[in-house]
């Protein structure tokens, strides 16, 4: 999970993906309606999230114009699942950072440069 600038956490968009997906496999076929205030996204994002899913063929659309999880969208959830209960032991050990670090962040700050003198 990464931070804003005030330490308020925000998710991922594995994390948005993951839940969107966890949500259509609890209910079957749910409205957009539905699943953005289930995942509690704006309209903007949670049709950003679908698009990204139906592109990546995880999830389709019915007659209805309702959404539900493909197979393989089913396994791809199982998987996500697996593999987040493989790192929690880590989110605990190192902590989320407020923004990623830069390669100036990871330098010395004794002067090295990246450029020949």
């Known amino acids: 999970m990464i931070t ?3 330490n ?7 994390e948005i993906c993951m839940n969107m997906m966890q949500i259509l496999r609890g209910h079957g076929q749910l409205g957009p309606t539905k699943i953005m205030y289930m ?5 903007e994002y949670m049709i950003k999230y679908l698009n990204i899913m139906i592109s990546s063929k995880l ?5 209805d ?31 989320p950072v407020s923004k990623p670090l830069s390669l100036q962040d990871l330098l010395p700050k004794d002067g090295f440069s990246l450029h020949k003198a």
């Not at 308020?8 to 594995?14: A, D, E, G, V, Y």
């Open 4 to 6: 804003d600038g005030k």
């Open 65 to 95: 114009n309702h959404y539900m999880l493909t197979q393989r969208g089913l396994e791809c959830v199982a998987l996500l699942e697996q593999g987040m209960l493989m790192i929690g032991p880590l989110m605990e050990v190192f902590p």
């Open 59 to 63: 999830i389709e659309t019915t007659s």
């Open 8 to 14: 308020k956490p925000r998710r991922s968009t594995l």
């Open 39 to 43: 995942a509690n996204l704006s309209w």
